[in-house]
């Protein structure tokens, strides 16, 4: 673990990471100033007023992520927690006005991804700080995500601080963690909401909790309608030792599962970390169907990082919510007599959660606040804390200032915009000399690193150190091996080439969005993320080139209707989903989306070396079991092993950006 923090100095803030979604530009008020240096006023607005029904959500799903104001447009701003608590409030106060229900889920992955998990000094856990913001808002149901489970320190923490507070409405119905008795060293299995009740009978016995264990929560709103929630996990085999996932069709058949859903609610809620699409949903809905044919069932799913819709049948809804709070997901409907087996009339939209959303969507509903009145208490107390724990994990430290956007897949590969040819082509060969320079000038080598190992864009300007924990925060380290010329040469195509390193996807770029089963078990999704993301950019360019058909063909003066053509609109999501009706509340152009690199991507080859001159590979030690298998696939003068491989330096994927805009940034 890294963090931006060197132990015992005291904190300097350098600058303020909060953008407001209720910030106004345009009048004078008394907060500090709460905006994105460099921020101009958005332009882009929600389309339509939301649709209200009886039963009202708020869906927020996988929120560790970069939560900057750019994406994916920087002059657009991004709200942080303190505008979404904001924002709630005053639906809530709308749901009271109109005598309707409004209920806030979210559906996991609070760890992972932002400086404020994963900043955390020496000693502590990650996002034991970060998930106290989460707690400020007035969740109704959490469920636990697969990123609460990799490591046990952090899931214990989920059990110990975080599931106590929520009582009961932090979910885990398939999900154990082991825990010992401080006292007895004795060692029991539970539910992560349970803790609350293990605390306050101590002396309980394994049977006795386990007769009063709670997986699920009946409640009522507010309004006094009958809930029975739930909180599933898809079927997830990376999680650590002494926590237990169960295959969600192994926990329908369950008693309690069983018991749980006997009595009739007045709808059924199923949040949980498991997408709504290509999953098991079907499993846990058919096993409520089977008792109650057309009791209202919503499902709010997560996972995949995708925005997606589908409905199950026509009493039901399951909505996702993309990612990072780039979205929130909003579902209502309209709840009808208690036998009614009519279609239900249910609408969902995701919404851009910046200031404009929130802010037009309160006067939509003649919700008479101005830009001014937006904050609230809570909210501005939510950004301080925000910015207490930035300054306090040093997250706002400048390495130095980028000079223009580095993509993931928005820039083919290679090319001057792509993350990866600044990587092969710049970041390595000045890194590398200097974490070690004797050897470095001694001996020509070749980095290779595998492309997954970046996990976001990198944008023009200054660049901090959350954006090191945004950008690259996995923690690889550079090792070596010496070789011949002739070996060093070859190795970056075997790595690549398909049968290398058994069920390893094909090393055409072409691929990057096939899914590797084991992969997707072990809580990969970057395959059906960028499937999504390539299907808007492709439907994009057919119908542009449907368009400029029409135009240029006969069609000339029919349906062709300029004003749809991107210019007008923002980058961002374009959705297509199953539900009925448009989804999307601000409308976008989609993001060019190119394939990704190869799976392994390398710096420059030397050149003007003989084939038997000496040269360094150096690579992650993440995959050098595969760059062992290659050598020896290559050779046969002599046997690599994994525990032969020396450091090359001390430096690491976590590490070396900031390095390099220490060089060349500053
Ligand atoms: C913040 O991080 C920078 C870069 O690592 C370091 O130079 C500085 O001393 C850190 N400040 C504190 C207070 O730890
Ligand atoms: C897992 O739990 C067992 C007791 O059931 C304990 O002996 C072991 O040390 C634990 N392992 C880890 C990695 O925590
Ligand atoms: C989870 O723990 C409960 C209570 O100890 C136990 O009954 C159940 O079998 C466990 N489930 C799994 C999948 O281990
Ligand atoms: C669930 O239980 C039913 C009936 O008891 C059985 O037929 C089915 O195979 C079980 N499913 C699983 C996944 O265990
Ligand atoms: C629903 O149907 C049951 C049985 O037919 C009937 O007793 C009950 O009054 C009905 N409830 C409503 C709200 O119509
Ligand atoms: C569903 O919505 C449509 C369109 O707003 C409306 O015509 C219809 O009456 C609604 N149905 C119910 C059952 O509320
Ligand atoms: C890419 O950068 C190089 C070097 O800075 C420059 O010569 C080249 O013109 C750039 N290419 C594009 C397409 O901008
Ligand atoms: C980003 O948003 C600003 C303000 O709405 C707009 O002027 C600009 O064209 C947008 N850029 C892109 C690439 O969508
Ligand atoms: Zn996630
Ligand atoms: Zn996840």
């Not at 955390?120 to 998930?131: L, Q, W």
């Not at 090191?468 to 070859?490: A, D, E, H, M």
């Not at 300029?562 to 980058?571: A, D, F, G, I, R």
Request: proline share 6%.
């Amino acid at each position: 673990m890294k963090a931006c923090l060197l132990s015992g100095l005291s904190v300097i803030a350098v600058a303020v990471v909060v953008q407001a979604c209720g910030d106004d530009h345009g009048h004078s008020h008394s907060h500090a100033k709460r905006s994105q240096p460099g921020a101009t006023q958005p332009t882009s607005w929600p389309s339509s007023p939301l649709v209200w029904g009886d039963i009202n959500f708020i869906h927020t799903t996988d929120s560790h992520g970069h939560q900057k104001s750019s994406y994916p447009n920087r002059t657009i701003g991004h709200g942080d927690f303190g505008d979404f608590s904001s924002f709630v409030t005053h639906l809530k106060k709308e749901a009271e006005r109109r005598n309707v229900d409004l209920l806030l889920v979210d559906s996991g992955d609070l760890h992972d991804g932002t400086g404020l998990s994963d900043g955390f000094p020496a000693g502590g856990v990650d996002g034991h700080e970060s998930n106290k913001l989460i707690q400020e808002l007035p969740y109704d149901v959490l469920a636990i995500g697969n990123h609460e489970l990799y490591i046990y320190p952090v899931t214990l923490d989920m059990y110990e601080s975080f599931a106590p507070y929520w009582n009961g409405r932090y979910l885990s119905s398939n999900v154990n963690i082991t825990v010992t008795d401080k006292k007895t060293g004795i060692w029991y299995q539970f539910p992560l909401e349970v803790a609350d009740l293990i605390r306050n009978f101590p002396r309980m016995s394994l049977s006795d909790s386990a007769s009063i264990l709670a997986r699920y929560r009946k409640f009522e709103t507010l309004r006094g309608r009958k809930v029975t929630a739930f909180g599933v996990l898809f079927n997830f085999k990376g999680n650590a030792a002494n926590t237990t996932v169960q295959l969600v069709e192994d926990m329908v058949n369950e008693t309690w599962f069983k018991m749980a859903i006997q009595e009739e609610p007045d709808f059924f809620l199923l949040v949980g970390h498991m997408p709504v699409q290509r999953d098991h949903w079907p499993n846990v809905f058919n096993a409520i169907r089977s008792v109650h044919p057309y009791t209202p069932i919503f499902i709010f799913g997560g996972h995949t990082h995708i925005r997606d819709c589908v409905q199950l049948d026509t009493r039901s809804m399951s909505l996702e919510s993309g990612r990072y709070m780039e979205t929130v997901g909003w579902m209502s409907a309209k709840l009808d007599d208690k036998n009614s087996t009519a279609p239900l009339n249910i609408t969902r939209r995701y919404l851009d959660p910046n200031r404009n959303t929130c802010v037009s969507l309160l006067r939509l509903y003649k919700y008479h606040t101005q830009l001014r009145d937006f904050d609230t208490r809570k909210g501005h107390e939510i950004s301080q804390q925000i910015l207490t724990l930035t300054n306090k994990f040093n997250l706002s430290y400048i390495f130095g200032t980028a000079p223009q956007d580095y993509f993931l897949s928005r820039a083919p590969f290679p090319s001057n915009n792509s993350l990866f040819s600044l990587l092969t082509d710049k970041l390595l060969p000045t890194v590398l000399p200097r974490v070690n320079p004797v050897r470095a000038q001694a001996v020509p080598s070749i980095a290779i690193i595998n492309s997954g190992s970046q996990r976001f864009d990198l944008y023009a300007g200054p660049f901090s150190c959350n954006d090191q924990f945004v950008v690259s925060p996995f923690t690889n380290k550079f090792l070596y091996f010496s070789v011949p010329y002739s070996i060093g040469r070859q190795i970056l195509n075997v790595l690549n080439a398909p049968t290398s390193g058994g069920s390893k996807r094909s090393g055409s770029s072409m691929l990057a969005d096939y899914e590797d089963p084991a992969e997707y078990a072990r809580g990969n999704v970057d395959a059906r993320f960028n499937q999504w993301k390539r299907a808007q950019w492709e439907r994009a360019q057919q119908q542009q080139a449907n368009d400029d058909h029409k135009r240029g063909g006969e069609h000339w003066g029919g349906h062709y209707n300029p004003h749809h053509v991107k210019s007008t609109l923002t980058l961002g999501y374009v959705t297509k989903d199953s539900c009925p009706g448009v989804g999307d509340d601000t409308l976008h152009t989609p993001l060019p989306y190119y394939p990704s690199p190869p799976d392994y991507i390398a710096s420059p080859l030397p050149t003007g070396l003989r084939d038997d001159s000496q040269m360094d590979v150096i690579f992650l030690d993440f995959f050098a079991s595969s760059v062992v298998s290659a050598l020896n696939q290559l050779q046969s003068v002599q046997t690599y092993s994994v525990g032969d491989a020396k450091a090359y330096g001390d430096l690491s994927t976590n590490t070396m950006f900031d390095i390099y805009a220490q060089i060349a940034w500053n």
